[in-house]
């Protein structure tokens, strides 16, 4: 499978600042994915990162407060933008040959918002 | 709509116990369902499929079977190790819900030695 890194892997950072996390993939991968787990908590969806175009956000989230680029079928990142306290969770990158497939994770990006 | 129930955790055993997490599921279609694992500090990773009613998916002495007549793809383990010490995430993807991964709440699995 494919192997896929996110950088950095944790963060402190403070409240009303913005923080980009990147997912870097070893091969061409046709759909990547990024979602949110809450402390304790299960994953989130948070959008689908489309190569060349914008990305496709599930309910509750918005492109303002989490813009997502993808440049190529290899590398995508995510923006936490105006971070508050409450957007302390890890992040993590998901990656999938095709629709039908299996998705594949990175370690995640922890984050902590003071 | 589609979703996902596990057994609420922690589950604490002792090593070489017998280990079940129930999972049972509600889709619409024909879902494809997963075992993800996460290690304490690490992402997930897939630890076993099944992709249609009776199939058995293994890996790591894990086992889970697709049994489409009562929803359900528990997980099963003949004799647990320290190491299996973990969070177990029951998953399905549903390809007329554009593929999207649904997962449970997760299972937090503490093996005593």
């Known amino acids: 499978s494919a192997v896929i890194s996110q950088k950095p892997s944790r963060d402190i950072c403070q409240r009303g600042t913005s923080l980009t996390i990147q997912c870097q993939v070893d091969s061409q991968v046709t759909m990547m994915f990024w979602y949110r787990q809450q402390p304790g908590q299960s994953l989130t969806l948070i959008a689908t990162?489309?190569?060349?175009?914008?990305?496709?956000?599930e309910s509750g989230f918005v492109i303002d407060k989490f813009p997502i680029s993808r440049p190529n079928l290899t590398f995508s990142t995510l923006t936490v933008s105006n971070m508050s306290p409450e957007d302390s969770s890890i992040y993590l990158c998901?990656?999938?040959?095709?629709?039908?497939?299996?998705?594949?994770f990175g370690d995640g990006t922890r984050l902590s918002i003071l | 709509g589609n979703s996902v129930t596990q057994m609420e955790g922690p589950v604490t055993l002792s090593e070489e116990a017998f280990l079940t997490i129930n999972c049972t599921y509600t889709?619409?279609?024909?879902?494809?369902l997963f075992w993800y694992v996460q290690y304490p500090g690490e992402g997930l990773q897939l630890l076993l499929k099944a992709t249609k009613a009776d199939d058995k998916g293994s890996n790591k002495g894990f086992e889970a079977t697709y049994r489409k007549e009562t929803t359900s793809f528990h997980l099963e383990k003949g004799s647990v190790q320290v190491s299996d010490s973990a969070v177990y995430f029951c998953?399905?993807?549903?390809?007329?819900?554009?593929?999207?991964?649904?997962f449970g709440k997760g299972t937090r699995l503490h093996i005593l030695p």
């Open positions: 889709a619409t279609g024909y879902p494809s």
């Open positions: 998953a399905l993807s549903d390809r007329s819900r554009d593929d999207k991964i649904i």
């Open positions: 990162a489309n190569q060349g175009s914008e990305a496709t956000y």
């Open positions: 998901s990656v999938a040959q095709a629709s039908n497939q299996p998705q594949h």
